[in-house]
């Protein structure tokens, strides 16, 4: 079993930069693909960002292309999560995700642990 418990969120204008961070307990990180999705209020959670387990390969949703960075550091069981020029669409619960076996990177059905979110909200 693993706990993920993200952090990092908060109230921001726009152009700002945040970094979400994904703490991970009871296991290590070390062989699960991640993942992280946003939900907005009123609509369905929506894949933001992807990092295979080594950190080698890396996936975006387009609207955050060259705006998100997505890490880890499998020597510290966590995975972050870098916003810059943070948009008030960006505004939505963030949750990082790990996957094990038959992982698509985009689909939120092929990950199997949740963390419980952490709220970021951007102000025009």
């Known amino acids: 079993q693993v706990q993920l418990e993200e952090s990092g969120g908060g109230l921001v204008h726009a152009g700002d930069s945040l970094r979400l961070s994904c703490a991970a307990s009871?296991?290590?990180?070390?062989?699960?693909?991640m993942g992280w999705f946003r939900q907005a209020p009123g609509k369905e959670r929506e894949f933001v960002a992807a990092?295979?387990?080594?950190?080698?390969?890396?996936y975006y949703v387009d609207s955050v292309k060259g705006r998100f960075t997505i890490s880890r550091d499998n020597s510290k069981n966590t995975v972050n999560l870098h916003l810059n020029s943070l948009k008030p669409e960006d505004t939505a619960v963030y949750y990082c995700?790990?996957?094990?076996?038959?992982?698509?990177?985009?689909?939120?059905?092929?990950?199997?642990?949740w963390g419980r979110g952490t709220q970021v909200t951007v102000s025009s």
């Open positions: 990092i295979g387990s080594r950190g080698l390969a890396t």
């Open positions: 009871g296991r290590t990180l070390r062989s699960y693909p």
């Open positions: 995700a790990a996957s094990q076996n038959d992982w698509n990177p985009r689909i939120p059905h092929s990950y199997v642990y």
